[in-house]
């Protein structure tokens, strides 16, 4: 086992931008406009392939076939069976995000045949203008909803919330959310699960043509009156350990994850399931079984169960993990 980076797979987005050249220093294939890169992925929409070493050129899926809880960790796979849990992307997002609400995994393995979709957003850049969708006014009831989307009347509908860089939100399942205005870049951890349904999409076209919009399932999975959770760097609990400090953003149902500012040379230790670190800033190198691993800002690489990384330099680090 030995530490994967994956080929990054850029897809073109209405709303997105141009900071994952950027900003993250990446090369895009064409001028066109991209808002997500995946990163880590076993689903059939995006699929990770190894960029290097001696798997370069084998998917997510096999590695995770042919290796299962060696690649993986025991316990997921006693968990999860066949289905790889988590999908880790970026998203550059510079125009308005679709209003859109994600099923829980009841509804979604029902209707969708794959999981539902908890996700995270952690905010890496955001404009000073930058506000996001996030929930229902607290006045609005089902029946109001109803008659106001039937009349095609989306004002008065949705709650809206300034974020800055830092801020770490919890979106979960039947939470109806988008941005509004402003650019922001995000650290987006879920469930591996590509199941959206789309509410409203400020009446824009793509070739001619309106995108899709999902009402009547929206509306069954909208939970009215639910909070959403925001935490920013001011209000999390820091814990210093050797060569870094760790922020705990959420230790939830379907993923744990933690902020670490690493500052000289620091060990993550050995950990019974795989993880997931995405490079948000800075430059290093990771050691792992005896092999060095040049990082900087924008990278991410998974670790299979068991292996003990070292990491050393400076950098900021969203750990991933079950």
């Not at 009841?106 to 908890?118: D, N, T, W």
């Not at 744990?256 to 690493?262: A, E, G, P, T």
Request: charged share 35%; with cysteine; hydrophobic share 35%.
């Amino acid at each position: 086992m030995y530490l994967l980076k994956f080929r990054k797979n850029l897809v073109e987005k209405i709303w997105g931008g141009k900071k994952f050249k950027t900003t993250l220093g990446f090369s895009l294939p064409t001028d066109e406009l991209y808002g997500e890169s995946w990163e880590v992925s076993c689903h059939p929409s995006g699929m990770s392939y190894v960029e290097d070493g001696e798997w370069a050129g084998k998917s997510l899926e096999e590695l995770f076939e042919e290796f299962k809880g060696e690649l993986v960790g025991k316990e997921i796979v006693e968990k999860y069976g066949e289905k790889f849990p988590l999908l880790i992307k970026y998203l550059d997002i510079n125009d308005k995000l679709s209003v859109q609400v994600h099923p829980s995994d009841e509804y979604a393995l029902r209707v969708e045949k794959e999981f539902g979709k908890s996700e995270v957003w952690y905010v890496m850049e955001a404009s000073e203008d930058a506000k996001l969708i996030l929930g229902l006014k607290k006045e609005v009831t089902p029946e109001i909803y109803k008659e106001k989307v039937e009349n095609k009347d989306f004002s008065n509908l949705f709650n809206e919330v300034s974020v800055k860089k830092g801020d770490f939100i919890d979106v979960k399942p039947g939470v109806v959310h988008g941005t509004l205005e402003g650019s922001i870049l995000i650290c987006e951890i879920q469930q591996n699960s590509d199941t959206t349904y789309r509410i409203y999409d400020f009446d824009r076209e793509v070739n001619g043509v309106k995108r899709e919009l999902h009402l009547e399932k929206a509306m069954d999975v909208i939970e009215f009156g639910k909070d959403v959770s925001i935490s920013s760097e001011a209000t999390r609990i820091k814990r210093n350990v050797e060569g870094a400090t760790i922020e705990e953003l959420i230790k939830g149902e379907y993923f744990s994850i933690d902020r670490i500012l690493v500052d000289g040379e620091y060990s993550d230790g050995t950990y019974k399931n795989f993880r997931v670190y995405s490079i948000l800033d800075g430059e290093g190198t990771i050691i792992a079984d005896k092999r060095e691993y040049k990082v900087s800002k924008g990278d991410t690489y998974f670790v299979p169960a068991n292996l003990v990384p070292k990491i050393i330099g400076k950098l900021e680090i969203i750990k991933s993990y079950i």
